[in-house]
């Protein structure tokens, strides 16, 4: 069977300065296929470089060796003008400190995400079906101040999700909840899988999630394997 | 507790820094006030002392007695000297004020000389004045004393018949029409027979120029008194019958050391030296009386450019103050929580401020004495020279000042804490809800209501106009609300403009709402929503300019003003009346003058451009249908060298002044009326007015009276203004007019004979006239009177309330520019920072850096330069309201000039220019912070 990767890493590495000459390696050879349609999970205690990853991943950060393809195309050779294309319009973020922008309301942070990835469908109609499918049809018009940790983490799912993205990225999206809200926005997270076909890459620590995953891995000390 | 005040001041050095920016800026403002208070005040002072000198041509601080001695044998003037030289120490141990100069005229009186050229008799007084020689010049002649030595034969011969030589004044030699060698009978007693004494005039004395004030009184005023050497007065009065010796003791003192702060105790001084004998009189209780009714004046009008410039900085602190205790709100929540009352926390809080306030004003000190020499230092609006001002000197008052300045200093910084600390961490989330919502000023409508207040204070000013310009003009004091009202005015414009501008950004935003790009949407709700956050320094940045525009146009309006008056009042660059000989001559029963006029061509190689005799009298009666106006003046020129010589402008008549002066010259007995006059008498061109002059020996006495047709109204013309003051009966002053009448030179002088004129000259642009002045001087001509077109510019620009103006419009917009910047600066800072997360996301979310930057952009487009903007519209409304008005404080007298409102661009470039370099490098900061952004650790610091 040939299997459908959104994106695959060959042999990643990733190193940072440390004072004048040193070096710090946090990525030592990362080999990594993910799957479309799924939700990978990336384990790992602090500092073990799941972060590192990710942002290699999201073309936030550049690999210091190895090749990194997306769809197919080789990030790892790209400019910093075509990675924010790519962010742009085939990635979505979900960050682990929600960061609504304080002054829009839910709708307009939702608006906002369209905006930005120049959605061409209807914004409104896009904006309110996908509230709805967080469960936040009626805190629409609500600033960010006015709503929970958990409603807020909500609608920064829906911005994420919103312009329908090949990939949502996910860094520790649970980190700041209680666990029942954990548990809500991962079961969101399997939902929009279902409904919208998107791949979901996060990581986590916390083990109580593990089980929702499709495919875990476990990152200790810069090094990658799978989990189950 | 005090490691813990120094690790949160070292927490936020960024913040902390802009408190201690404010408290130095607060510090150093108020430090001015006394400093530059005292300086001004003393300035005035000193003014007043050199406006006396100008006005009565004598030494302006003189205490002198007049009194007599009876005279008992063997009295001697060294006597009568040594005791007025008592006399002089104890005035001067009693006014403790240095003693410059002392002149005693020692005189005997009643007796009747008759010259020997038979000529009428007249009553003469005999006289010595010890050092007179050191400080006079032989105009003619030789000393009383050379006499015998040097005399000529005349005079030996008439020494040698018993004669005393004597010398006199010119303006004697004028009235007795006197030569030297001419020999005078001397009559101690005018009503009897006694036995006579025979004088010879040897000289003839006037004052030596730089030595002027030796004489109390000029020595015109001698003009019937012969002056002897002191061995002859000594044997001429043990001869004469009179019983007493006149003198006059004259103690200058040293005007220049009379501190302002000290006019008050000179003046009960001089009131108990005067009061204990009433033949005392001194010359200058007047000055400081006059000092005493203006000096509130000075300090109202520092008061009023003081006031808002501390509202902004305390505003300031308050501002920054509060944006410290937001970031610190947990901070105090956990104090609390840990069981800390509510007046710790204040007190820690007071404790913390007390320290920075303290360091403030130890900088602050120095820094107000740098700022008021700076302010001293201009001669316009941003304008700093290298002047002398060691006038303005450090004052105890300061530390006065500068602990004020503390005490308020730790008033603002810490009020915030106390409306925080109030407030539970329910309350505080509640409030931040709201905190979006409407500021309490635009809820409330501070800004109608400030304007309507404003508005309503600006017609009311208008109104009395009038009335307050008679105020002034009789020394009272000025009314400080006329100042803080273009303030208040500038704020309230200021808060109207933010409301107004919220406004347009919502229709924009709400007109392409579905169009705007992810920075132009992103940035326009950061406007609308963060309006309560920036509006602060909107405001600030928005009066700031709008202030600095309007101090600079007033300043402009004021220093022009003054400058055009004066070059008016003068007519031309340079104006010198030499002193002309008369003689008179008896024909019949008639004396008959003459004056000889000097050689015009000797004025030929000064370097003048142009030179015109102008004869001007202004004594001159005019007779208008059967009604006699009298003292007017009457100016006799040569048309044609006066147009190239006097300075006019050209839109101050109906037509160019040329016109009329054309118009003079085609008609010999012709001239040129005032309006006033015109309008009195319904003149126009063609009727006849008849003039009439007085004979210079009489002045009660009209020796010509001729016609003139009129064949010209003018408004304005070089060196005349119609009205002038003058104190009534009643002590209050009253508005008067004069008269113009302009005639042609020849007319003139062949009706009247040849009078003294005074020569007008234009000089080459940028040349001294001082130096023209002193080319004057080495001739030998003996000047009568100069005027100094530059140095009149110069002294009037130089006035103390000139002086405070420019020099506090000038550090006032300087420091308002200064902490609209830091304020600017610090506002953006950490809105970067607090946006940094969100920027790192914007990135993540494929934001490109670009766009980010347009989002700034856009919105300090729409807010920071639509504040620039509006603070240049309300500057210049505010200059078009308010200019006339508060120039009218400065120069209340009415004049042939209306006062101009003056709008250079060069002061708009000039604003442009530093609001253009402060804003650039703070945004050359703010691109600094946003392009060393980290994505990935904008988002990690977002986690943290």
Request: charge should be neutral.
């Amino acid at each position: 069977m040939i299997m459908d990767y959104i994106l695959e890493t060959k042999n990643v590495r990733k190193s940072f300065p440390i004072g004048n000459r040193d070096t710090i390696e946090v990525l030592k050879g990362i080999n990594l296929q993910v799957e479309r349609g799924k939700l990978t999970i990336l384990k790992g205690r602090s500092g073990s470089g799941k972060t590192t990853l990710l942002n290699i991943l999201s073309a936030l950060e550049m690999p210091t060796e190895g090749q990194y393809l997306f769809e197919g195309e080789d990030v790892s050779a790209k400019s910093m003008a075509e990675c924010e294309k790519i962010r742009r319009y085939k990635m979505g973020f979900v960050f682990q400190s929600v960061a609504l922008v304080p002054i829009l309301s839910a709708y307009e942070n939702v608006e906002f995400g369209l905006k930005l990835a120049e959605y061409k469908g209807d914004k409104d109609k896009r904006i309110k079906e996908i509230l709805g499918i967080v469960g936040l049809s009626k805190r629409m018009d609500h600033m960010p101040a006015q709503m929970s940790g958990g409603e807020q983490q909500r609608v920064a799912i829906a911005r994420a999700v919103a312009h329908k993205p090949s990939i949502i990225f996910a860094d520790e999206p649970t980190g700041a909840l209680d666990t029942d809200s954990g548990i809500t926005v991962m079961k969101l997270f399997k939902d929009i899988i279902e409904k919208e076909g998107i791949t979901i890459v996060m990581t986590t620590h916390d083990p109580n999630l593990m089980q929702l995953g499709d495919v875990v891995y476990e990152m200790e000390d810069g090094e990658l394997s799978k989990n189950g | 507790m005090f490691r813990f005040i120094k690790n949160k001041i070292k927490n936020k050095k960024l913040l902390n820094f802009s408190l201690l920016t404010g408290v130095v800026l607060l510090t150093a403002f108020l430090c001015i006030y006394p400093m530059f208070r005292e300086g001004s005040l003393n300035k005035l002072l000193r003014s007043m002392f050199v406006e006396h000198i100008g006005n009565e041509e004598e030494y302006p601080a003189v205490l002198s007695k007049n009194d007599s001695v009876v005279k008992v044998d063997g009295t001697e003037v060294a006597d009568i000297i040594s005791m007025l030289n008592s006399d002089k120490d104890k005035w001067g141990s009693q006014i403790s004020i240095p003693i410059v100069q002392n002149q005693k005229v020692i005189t005997s009186k009643g007796g009747a000389a008759e010259t020997s050229f038979g000529e009428k008799t007249r009553l003469v007084l005999l006289g010595y004045i010890p050092d007179m020689y050191e400080y006079s010049d032989l105009v003619f002649g030789i000393s009383a004393e050379e006499a015998y030595e040097n005399g000529d034969e005349t005079i030996k011969q008439a020494i040698g018949k018993g004669a005393y030589p004597c010398v006199i004044s010119q303006k004697c030699m004028d009235s007795f029409n006197l030569v030297i060698g001419e020999e005078l009978e001397y009559k101690p007693n005018a009503y009897d027979d006694s036995e006579t004494v025979k004088f010879i005039v040897t000289g003839i004395i006037e004052e030596k120029t730089e030595d002027k004030f030796f004489y109390h009184k000029p020595l015109s005023d001698y003009y019937d008194t012969l002056f002897l050497s002191e061995k002859d007065f000594n044997s001429v009065i043990k001869s004469s019958p009179a019983k007493t010796i006149e003198y006059t003791n004259s103690v200058m003192i040293d005007y220049s050391v009379i501190e302002a702060s000290d006019a008050n105790a000179v003046s009960g001084r001089l009131k108990t030296i005067t009061e204990a004998d009433e033949k005392i009189e001194c010359n200058f209780s007047a000055t400081l009386d006059s000092y005493c009714e203006q000096e509130s004046a000075v300090s109202v009008i520092l008061i009023a450019f003081e006031l808002p410039i501390v509202s902004l900085l305390l505003l300031f602190l308050y501002m920054i103050s509060s944006r410290i205790l937001e970031m610190e709100t947990t901070e105090i929540a956990m104090l609390k929580s840990r069981g800390i009352k509510r007046a710790k926390i204040i007190k820690l809080y007071v404790m913390q401020s007390s320290l920075i306030a303290f360091a403030g004003c130890i900088i602050g000190l120095p820094a107000g004495f740098g700022m008021c020499k700076l302010a001293a230092s201009t001669d316009a609006f941003l304008s700093f020279t290298m002047k002398d001002i060691s006038i303005y000197k450090p004052t105890p008052m300061m530390l006065v000042f500068a602990l004020g300045a503390f005490a308020l200093s730790v008033l603002f910084m810490t009020l915030p804490v106390v409306v925080i600390s109030k407030l539970t961490i329910t309350e505080r989330k509640t409030l931040r809800l709201t905190a979006n919502s409407k500021p309490v000023w635009e809820k409330v409508f501070l800004d109608i209501i400030l304007l309507g207040i404003s508005g309503y204070l600006l017609f009311n000013y208008y109104r009395q106009q009038d009335v307050m310009a008679a105020d002034i003009i009789s020394g009272g004091a000025i009314d400080p609300v006329i100042f803080i009202d273009s303030s208040l005015f500038i704020l309230a414009c200021g808060l109207l403009v933010l409301r107004l501008s919220g406004y347009l950004v919502r229709l924009i935003y709400k007109i392409g709402k579905k169009r705007w790009k992810p920075a132009s949407y992103i940035a326009f709700l950061q406007i609308i929503r963060g309006a309560k956050k920036q509006g602060f320094i909107l405001v600030f940045l928005i009066m700031t300019i709008a202030m600095g525009i309007f101090n600079s146009n007033l300043a402009r309006t004021v220093n022009e003003n003054v400058e055009n008056r004066t070059t008016y009042n003068d007519g031309a660059d340079l104006r010198i009346e030499e002193r002309w000989k008369m003689t008179v001559k008896k024909v019949d029963s008639d004396y008959i003058w003459s004056y000889k006029e000097p050689d015009f061509e000797r004025f030929s190689d000064l370097g003048a451009v142009s030179k015109t005799r102008v004869i001007i009298d202004e004594n001159t009666d005019i007779l208008v249908n059967k009604k006699v106006e009298k003292g007017n003046t009457l100016m006799a020129i040569n048309t044609k060298e006066f147009g190239e010589t006097a300075i006019l402008s050209g839109e101050l008549n109906d037509r160019h002044w040329f016109e009329y002066l054309n118009a003079l010259a085609k008609v010999p007995a012709g001239c040129l009326v005032s309006r006033n006059l015109a309008t009195k008498y319904e003149l126009k061109e063609g009727d006849k007015i008849t003039y009439s002059r007085y004979t210079p020996l009489d002045k009660k006495v009209t020796y010509i009276s001729a016609e003139l047709v009129v064949c010209g109204v003018v408004d304005a013309f070089p060196g005349f203004e119609s009205t002038y003051y003058e104190l009534s009966e009643g002590g209050s002053l009253e508005e008067k007019q004069r008269f113009l009448v302009v005639a042609n030179y020849t007319n003139i002088v062949n009706k009247c004979h040849q009078t003294p004129y005074s020569v007008w000259m234009k000089l080459p642009p940028q040349a001294d006239a001082s130096k023209v002045i002193d080319a004057i001087n080495q001739k030998g001509l003996i000047l009568k009177d100069t005027i100094n077109l530059s140095e009149d510019i110069k002294n009037k620009q130089d006035s103390a309330m000139i002086q405070i103006t420019n020099g506090m419009f000038s550090v006032g917009f300087v420091i308002s520019l200064l902490i609209c910047a830091v304020g600017f600066l610090i506002y953006w800072i950490l809105t970067i920072r607090e946006r940094e997360l969100f920027y790192g996301i914007y990135r993540a979310m494929g934001m490109s850096m670009r766009e980010i930057v347009k989002m700034l952009m856009t919105e300090q487009i729409f807010s920071s330069f639509l504040a620039v903007l509006s603070g240049f519209g309300v500057g210049m409304l505010t200059t078009v309201l308010f200019t006339k008005l508060l120039a009218t404080v400065y120069l209340p007298q009415k004049h042939n000039l209306p006062i101009e409102m003056v709008i250079k661009g060069s002061d708009a470039v000039k604003i442009v220019a530093i609001i253009c370099v402060t804003f650039l490098l703070c945004f050359v900061v703010m691109r600094r912070i946003i392009r060393n952004m980290n994505i990935a650790k904008a988002l990690k610091m977002g986690e943290d």
